[in-house]
Nanobody
Framework: QVQLVESGGGLVQAGGSLKLSCAAS????????MGWFRQPPGKEREFVAS????????YYADSLKGRFTVSRDNAKNVVYLQMNSLKAEETAVYYC?????????????????WGQGTQVTVSS
């Protein structure tokens, strides 16, 4: 079992940047692929990015390529999401999640553990 705690959310102006962190408990962090999702107000949760166990294979939602970067530090049990050129419509609660699966984990149903989320608000 793994527990996940997100941090780094906040208020940022459109065009600005934020870096989210997700700290995982336990000594088995490197056995999980990790993902980031977001849920805008009144909308369904959507896939943002995922990264393989070793960190060598990142994957992004098509609309985010080039602006967001997912990375992980298995020595520190942390996964990151660097977000650049943020848009107002990207205001959402951002969640990290852990999966025992592999490959492109774009569906929330493939994740076993979730954090509580961190609010990101982008002002226009």
């Amino acid at each position: 079992q793994v527990q996940l705690v997100e941090s780094g959310g906040g208020l940022v102006q459109a065009g600005g940047s934020l870096k989210l962190s997700c700290a995982a408990s336990g000594r088995t962090f490197s056995t999980y692929a990790m993902g980031w999702f977001r849920q805008p107000p009144g909308k369904e949760r959507e896939f943002v990015a995922s990264i393989s166990r070793s960190g060598g294979i990142p994957y992004y939602a098509d609309s985010l390529k080039g602006r967001f970067t997912v990375s992980r530090d298995n020595a520190k049990n942390v996964v990151y999401l660097q977000m650049n050129s943020l848009k107002a419509e990207e205001t959402a609660v951002y969640y990290c999640a852990a999966s025992t699966g592999s490959a492109q984990l774009t569906s929330s149903t493939r994740y076993d553990y979730w954090g509580q989320g961190t609010q990101v608000t982008v002002s226009s």
